[in-house]
């Protein structure tokens, strides 16, 4: 069964930046869309963005466009959030995600992934 891993997150200035790693353990993510998601405390979770299993499409939920970016490394097996401009709104539990079916085509869509990984928490603070 695939196994997803976030790392990279942390404490961070307003302003600052930080880059999410997801990685899978014992299966190849070459062929998957893989989806970024976030959850706030007290919040509903919300799509961030994701990016299908060539990297040639990308969809941002309207509030990071422009300070988030995401790509791919197939070779590394691992798929990248980067996150510039950080406010503290940004602050929450992110997620990545990959459904069950290959596809070269992303939704940021909860119901379209099937594995998730544990989370990674990122704090956006002075």
């Known amino acids: 069964q695939l196994q997803l891993v976030e790392s990279g997150g942390g404490l961070v200035q307003p302003g600052g930046s930080l880059r999410l790693s997801c990685r899978a353990s014992?299966?190849?993510?070459?062929?998957?869309?893989i989806g970024w998601f976030r959850q706030a405390p007290g919040k509903e979770p919300e799509g961030v963005s994701c990016?299908?299993?060539?990297?040639?499409?990308?969809n941002y939920a309207d509030s990071v466009k422009g300070r988030f970016t995401i790509s791919r490394d197939n070779a590394k097996n691992t798929v990248y959030l980067q996150m510039n401009s950080l406010k503290p709104e940004d602050t929450a539990v992110y997620y990545c995600?990959?459904?069950?079916?290959?596809?070269?085509?992303?939704?940021?869509?909860?119901?379209?992934?099937?594995?998730w990984g544990q989370g990674t928490q990122v704090t956006v603070s002075s």
């Open positions: 995600a990959a459904p069950d079916r290959e596809a070269d085509v992303c939704y940021i869509k909860r119901e379209e992934y099937d594995f």
């Open positions: 014992e299966f190849t993510l070459d062929y998957y869309p």
């Open positions: 990016i299908s299993s060539t990297g040639g499409s990308t």
